[in-house]
């Protein structure tokens, strides 16, 4: 089994020449935390067969190991940073923020940082909307709200021309752009068009998508706190379908294109009977449709609950024509058209029912960052500043292998990771819930 080979190569603005303020230690052994040194890698593919890795070391993909180097490019005193937020909420976004102010001010001494209010329209000349100086006095207790202080909107990505003639008369050098994978593909654009300027701005993004859709990586920020919650919302819908004669709890989770969330959160709370996500496709009528098998549930056990992500179902539902702000194409609401067709396929048997249709979405969205997702963001902002101030540039800060790395954002936004129906994870989502192996006719 051969796997495509990826380049991790990170680019860089130039030879880092100055030295680091950070007194680490350039030698192992001696007790003191050390500088990360630019040959470090970490092994991407880590499968071994019958004893054997599976490929070269090459082959295999070593990836950029995230962390302070000796060497910086920028000179910290003459250093101009911003930040940015795009797309929508998740948990998590104010304690990104915090981490690169604090690391930049305390770690570099760089005092000039700026932050860019409701995402790249922030940029735009013909937008008036002003920005915030940021400071560790500005961010200290932001990380116990959830949203962003800087606001976030979606959109203008592609007015990358603008963008970058913004940055130009900000006399920026450092940007930091937290957002999904639309955002990122701005992003990488933006570095692209900065090089061809032949500017020295370096373009670092901090991956936000609370669906944990992203490539090459082990988890995003925000999605633990997304599981806890929907959890919270399991729990509840359990109670109302325990609580009544054929009772039918179901929540609606996100997840666009991956069932992550819908996944984890059924394991996590082992209360659901029924996972339907967007990469195992099921049928709702006929012999072997989920109405059949939720039937046979109530007729058993008197009550059922069913996880469905947002992006599950969508051949079964009316899709609205074109794309939101974020360049992601519209979606049908399989959750309201769940509820309605279950309800009509019970008043056809004529069972009596109760059915409580749950969706939290914006609740999570808008949540406080659990400690976990807390640590997690702090280790991603403060990594994000390293490879910044050592001239990284058009690369994402992200974990995996349980290892901070740096990864191209263009090979990132390639495409969207997703449950694998055969994987351990789906394996154990069937075990949990005893759904059928497939509900297709």
Not at 25 to 46: C, F, M, Q
Not at 308 to 319: D, K, P, R, Y
Not at 351 to 375: C, G, T, V
Request: glycine letters at 10%; aromatic letters at 6%; hydrophobic letters at 40%.
């Amino acid at each position: 089994m051969l796997r495509e080979k990826h380049d991790f190569t990170i680019e860089s603005l130039g030879e880092p020449k100055i030295d680091s303020p950070i007194p680490y230690s350039k030698v192992y052994g001696d007790s003191i935390a050390n500088y990360v040194k630019e040959e470090e890698r970490i092994l991407y593919d880590i499968d071994i067969v019958d004893g054997k890795t599976m490929k070269d070391l090459e082959a295999a993909g070593l990836m950029e190991k995230a962390g302070p180097r000796e060497k910086i490019y920028f000179n910290p005193k003459h250093s101009h940073a911003a930040i940015v937020t795009c797309g929508g909420l998740c948990p998590g976004l104010n304690d990104v923020i915090r981490a690169v102010v604090r690391t930049l001010w305390y770690r570099y001494g760089v005092e000039r940082i700026t932050g860019v209010r409701y995402g790249f329209t922030g940029f735009l000349a013909d937008s008036d909307i002003p920005t915030i100086e940021l400071n560790p006095r500005v961010v200290d207790d932001i990380h116990k709200m959830g949203g962003t202080m800087l606001g976030s909107s979606r959109g203008n990505g592609k007015k990358v021309e603008e963008i970058v003639d913004a940055l130009e008369r900000m006399n920026v050098n450092m940007l930091f752009i937290v957002g999904g994978d639309g955002t990122q593909r701005a992003s990488n654009d933006i570095g692209e068009e900065v090089i061809r300027r032949g500017l020295k701005i370096s373009v670092v993004g901090i991956p936000k998508t609370i669906d944990n859709d992203l490539l090459f990586t082990e988890k995003t920020f925000g999605f633990e706190t997304a599981v806890a919650k929907a959890v919270e919302a399991v729990e509840a819908a359990h109670v109302e379908a325990h609580s009544a004669n054929n009772g039918i709890g179901l929540l609606k989770v996100m997840g666009r294109d991956s069932g992550f969330i819908a996944a984890s959160t059924a394991l996590s709370s082992n209360e659901a009977n029924f996972v339907l996500i967007p990469e195992v496709p099921f049928d709702l009528h006929g012999e072997n449709g989920l109405l059949i098998h939720l039937v046979e549930r109530l007729k058993r056990r008197q009550h059922a609950v069913i996880i469905v992500a947002e992006g599950a179902g969508q051949e079964l539902v009316e899709i609205p024509e074109g794309e939101d702000k974020s360049g992601n194409k519209k979606y049908g609401d399989i959750g309201k058209y769940l509820a309605e067709e279950i309800k009509a396929h019970l008043k056809e048997t004529g069972m009596d029912f109760a059915l409580k249709y749950i969706d939290p979405s914006y609740i999570i969205r808008a949540s406080e960052a659990l400690p976990s997702d807390s640590l997690y963001c702090a280790r991603l902002g403060a990594n994000a500043v390293h490879a910044a101030m050592a001239g990284k540039t058009k690369c994402l800060v992200t974990l995996m292998n349980t290892q901070y790395v740096h990864l191209p954002i263009k090979l990132v936004v390639g495409g969207r990771k997703k449950v694998d129906p055969e994987s351990s994870l789906w394996r154990d989502v069937l075990e949990s819930t005893h759904q059928p192996l497939s509900m297709k006719n």
